[in-house]
């Protein structure tokens, strides 16, 4: 959907939605089992029905033969009939006896006589009993026997051939047993009314229930002025899944204040500290243009500006590395870079920092330090561990840090004379922002630098763990291995490394 189109659509209610939902799934739910019942109840009673109409036949057949069949063309219904056939008003009597035994029917008989001649002429009627109404003179007809045909709703015709080449046929009129059918359907559309109405009332009343949960911790969010506030957002009696929102926009809240905090803190720093450096560059700037001054003062003076200069970058470098973590798009390709050599070359501006602080940075390599990684990202990490360590160490003092080979990797160590790390701050040291307390004579840093060792060590599958140092400030070991996670390498380049 366009940006345009999602700012006009209508709004709509979650609640109104739910409940109009419910209520037809709950309707659609009771007819589908009233129509699949009703269906059952109609071939129950039309098989019902069926099975009566061929029972009142048979039985009418057994009446006529125990009468015995006619042997001459006469008619047995005469009254002078002497041979034992069925006399009018026996059949009459038969009729009336089967229709007291089932008075929720209504029974119409017609009797036909043999087929005339040879070419087998339909006879007409002989007689009609019982309720002789439901049968036109006409229809129904003779027909096909033992076949159930039927003429109107709950009404059927059958006709069953009797001895002597006599057939009777049954007019059967069931409507009162269809009452049932009837009654089944009246109740059953009282019972889709009445769920229709139970839905309604208990769908109402449950998803506005809900929308009003939601109403207020939308409610409750809003209230929320100010992140100096109290920011825990609770709602009285909320279901789990509503009070589980709740917690987690608490949690948002919460995180959104402590990153908010930290930029505070670090806006005000890195003000103050960018002040400090800038106002040492204008003012050393404006003494050196006072006066004219031979080129090697003036060299002095661009030389330490370069320092103050390289300070300023290397802490803007280590900001936008820090707001771009976890954008895929700065990752670095993995490539063989020898760490060891790599770090004698690119702890030159370290060295140069400690001799202005009287700190004798001492680095050694030993055994195999190559590793496939990000070449940036580990020798970003080398170096703010050592100028960590050297702007924490006294004056006439050394920093000492080794890059070996070992069995499991690489293993980097850096060690000071510093005051060391407290056991309780070993864990925060790494997180952005932090900074310590301020060692006598030193500016205290941007608080990014151990987070973005942090960050270089475990985009490696790497460790890294502080103590105290035996020279009496801070130990820090890295421990990489040496095909790091993810890393793309060849079967050369395997070789290169296990070599």
């Known amino acids: ?81 002497t041979r034992g056939w069925p006399t009018r008003e026996e059949i009459t009597a038969k009729v009336q006896r089967l229709a007291d035994e089932h008075r929720d029917c209504h029974f119409g008989w017609r009797l036909w006589g043999p087929l005339q001649g040879t070419e087998g002429k339909v006879p007409e009627p002989m007689g009609e009993f019982g309720e002789a109404w439901m049968l036109t003179p006409t229809e129904p007809g003779y027909g096909p026997t033992k076949q159930n045909l039927p003429v109107a709703h709950a009404r059927i015709w059958q006709t069953d051939e009797l001895a002597g080449g006599y057939r009777m046929g049954l007019m059967l009129d069931a409507t009162e047993r269809y009452g ?16 229709m109405a139970l839905a309604l009332v208990f769908s109402r009343f449950f998803f506005v229930r809900v929308s009003r949960l939601l109403g207020q911790v939308a409610s409750r969010a809003r209230e929320v002025r100010s992140l100096d506030e109290p920011l825990a957002i609770t709602v009285d009696h909320a279901p789990t899944e509503i009070a589980s929102i709740a917690d987690a926009l608490s949690e948002m809240l919460e995180k959104v204040r402590r990153e908010t905090d930290q930029a505070r803190i670090f806006t005000a720093g890195l003000a103050h500290e960018l002040r400090s450096p800038v106002q040492n560059l204008v003012g050393e700037t404006e003494v050196a243009l006072l006066r004219e001054r031979d080129g090697e003062t003036y060299r002095k003076v661009l030389t330490s ?39 004698q070359i690119r702890l030159a501006r370290e060295r140069t920092q400690g001799a202005r602080h009287k700190v004798q940075l001492e680095l050694t390599v030993e055994g195999d330090t190559r590793i ?23 004056s006439d003092s050394r920093v000492t840090a080794s890059v070996r080979g070992v069995a499991t990797g690489i293993e980097i160590l850096v060690e000071d004379a510093g005051p060391g790390v407290a056991p309780e701050l070993r864990v925060r040291i790494f997180e952005p922002f932090f900074r310590g307390p301020q060692a006598a004579g030193r500016r205290i840093g941007y608080g990014l630098g151990l987070a973005l060792t942090r960050m270089a060590v475990d985009e490696h599958g790497g460790t890294i ?16 291995p040496r095909r790091a996670p993810g890393s793309e390498t060849s079967g050369d380049r395997s070789t290169l490394l296990t070599s």
């Open 1 to 81: 959907m366009k940006p345009d189109a999602a700012r006009t659509a209508r709004p709509w209610s979650l609640a109104r939605r739910l409940t109009t939902l419910f209520l037809v799934s709950t309707s659609l739910f009771v007819v589908a089992i009233s129509a699949t019942s009703a269906m059952f109840i109609e071939r129950s009673v039309d098989s019902e029905v069926e099975n009566l109409a061929r029972e009142e036949l048979d039985e009418m057949a057994s009446f006529w033969e125990r009468k015995g069949p006619p042997t001459d063309e006469r008619s047995p219904l005469p009254e002078e009939n």
């Open 305 to 343: 500006h370069l320092e103050e200069l390289r300070s300023l970058g290397d802490a803007i470098d280590n900001l936008v590395t820090i707001c771009s973590a976890g954008d895929a798009g700065r990752r670095q390709p993995r490539e063989l870079v020898d760490l060891g050599e790599e770090a």
């Open 372 to 394: 496939w990684c990000d070449r940036e990202a580990l020798l970003r990490m080398i170096r703010n561990l050592v100028a960590n360590a050297i702007q924490w160490s006294p």
């Open 465 to 480: 763990e502080v103590s105290d140092s035996a020279l009496g400030g801070a130990r820090f070991r890295v421990l990489l």
């Open 180 to 195: 049932v059918m009837r009654t089944y359907l009246f109740y059953a559309l009282i019972l889709i009314l009445a769920s």
